[in-house]
């Protein structure tokens, strides 16, 4: 049986440049998404809502929600053409070879303080990734706080203080090394190991690290940055505990998580393995819904359980990754693939599968397209859930004083909505419902608690 690599073996030919392919599907994909970003600017610019909720959202409030999305599709841009230029800026002056070798030379500096069993390729591997990503972190500093501190706090949404801001930088850091240095060993030796024999050990590795990740990631990682408490007794407890009783949902924990300390956007999920689940709830959600639009969302989100939306996404994930290993095998070995970025001697393997990541950006925007065309089919589904178990109006209810309050985008251009969004916009949702205004629900946005734009001028 010939393989996807042996097919593909006429690619490592001395004769292909692949800085200038792989520069190339860079520009494209930075030119894509750009002209994206364009049709969904035009979309912004409407001065109407759609004729589907514009008996439900005031005029004033859906002039906010542009505008805020405007803001954001500018930052988008200009955060896209500063990574354009870095990315260039590393294939240009062959910065991939200039920080592998100062890994090496920080591995061999520190080699007293690790084990005998550190010092190879692997730890080499795992230095160049982290510094990688600490000096990634350092140059996008000034791009952080100005999402954070200038663009949400314009729009009355950023609620974090610069120490925290801080803070969460360096635990986000401290985590990913000490939580990521043994996912990316296993990974390459898990390679290394059993050579072009790998696709299916390294699968079956990164199927373990999900679930495991999914175990602890509630309860001991995000504590780590927001305050979590039990939801109190009364009336909202005892109908979500119903309605999880009714849907044999087995439900172990409710928990309230102090969203507002860092922005005041709503959110409701659930988290935990398949017998054990615990439901997180934002406390600007809880304040900003009554009992029975809250129950609502979490019908929703029981529905992605009960309609097995998890074990399915996590099958379409098998799916990718073993399209993109069994890919990969045809580049593992590509010795002109390396020579192109100035890797000579060595060969290492890591370098190998991120540049065969860019290489492969053609194929995942077709792959977005399509997770995200599931993903929304899913959304619809269990907001059909929801309507089943009697929660149409509050559903909607809930939806649209969401999109109110968060200033979602109202509007969408098709084709940027397809490769950008997980999620159906509002008027798609509550047009699936079939929901039928009774009364402008946005009014409560603006005149009970407005959302302030500090200027104009930096929009």
Not at 199 to 218: D, E, H, K, R, S
Request: aromatic share 12%; charged share 20%.
């Amino acid at each position: 049986m010939v393989s996807i690599s042996d097919t593909l073996s006429f690619l490592d030919n001395p004769k292909i440049n692949w800085k200038q392919v792989i520069i190339g599907f860079t520009v494209g994909q930075y030119v894509f998404e750009t002209y994206l970003e364009y049709r969904q600017y035009q979309v912004l610019k409407n001065k109407a809502p759609p004729a589907s909720i514009k008996a439900e959202v005031k005029q004033e409030t859906f002039d906010k929600s542009q505008k805020y999305s405007r803001s954001k599709a500018k930052f988008s841009m200009f955060s896209s053409t500063v990574g354009l230029l870095e990315n260039l800026a590393i294939y240009q002056f062959n910065l991939l070879p200039k920080l592998w070798g100062w890994s090496d030379s920080i591995m061999r500096a520190a080699g007293f303080l690790l084990p005998k069993l550190m010092g190879g390729v692997i730890t080499q591997s795992i230095i160049f990734v982290f510094t990688s990503q600490i000096l990634s972190t350092i140059v996008g500093l000034p791009l952080s706080y100005y999402s954070h501190f200038v663009l949400e706090e314009k729009y009355g949404f950023n609620k974090q203080t610069v120490a925290i801001w801080v803070s969460d930088k360096l635990k986000s850091i401290a985590l990913s090394i000490v939580l990521g240095s043994p996912v990316l060993a296993g990974f390459l030796k898990i390679i290394d190991y059993f050579g072009d024999s790998f696709i299916f050990y390294l699968m079956g590795f990164l199927l373990v690290i999900m679930l495991i990740a999914m175990t602890i990631v509630p309860t001991l990682i995000m504590p780590l940055f927001n305050k979590f408490t039990p939801l109190e007794d009364g009336e909202l407890k005892t109908a979500i505990e119903n309605l999880a009783s009714s849907q044999k949902f087995p439900l172990k924990k409710l928990q309230v998580i102090d969203g507002s300390k860092r922005s005041s956007h709503s959110n409701a999920y659930f988290t935990g393995l398949p017998w054990s689940k615990q439901i997180v709830l934002f406390d600007t959600l809880i304040e900003h819904n009554t009992t029975e639009e809250t129950v609502a969302v979490l019908a929703h989100e029981i529905g992605h359980w009960k309609l097995n939306h998890i074990p399915k996404m996590i099958v379409m994930q098998q799916l990718h990754l073993f399209l993109i290993f069994s890919l990969f095998g045809a580049f593992m070995h590509n010795r002109s693939l390396l020579h192109s970025f100035g890797f000579y001697k060595e060969q290492p393997i890591l370098i190998s599968f991120m540049l065969f990541s860019d290489i492969l950006q053609p194929l995942e925007c077709i792959l977005t397209f399509a997770q995200n065309l599931l993903s929304r089919k899913h959304e619809y589904d269990a907001d059909k859930f929801a309507f089943d178990c009697g929660y149409s109006e509050e559903l909607s209810r809930s939806l649209i004083k969401l999109s109110n309050k968060n200033l979602s985008s109202m509007n969408a251009d098709w084709l940027y909505s397809s490769f950008h969004y997980s999620h159906p916009i509002l008027p798609e949702r509550l047009s699936a419902l079939g929901y039928v205004s009774r009364e402008k629900i946005g009014r409560d946005d603006t005149e009970d608690e407005p959302v302030v734009v500090k200027s104009d001028k930096q929009e």
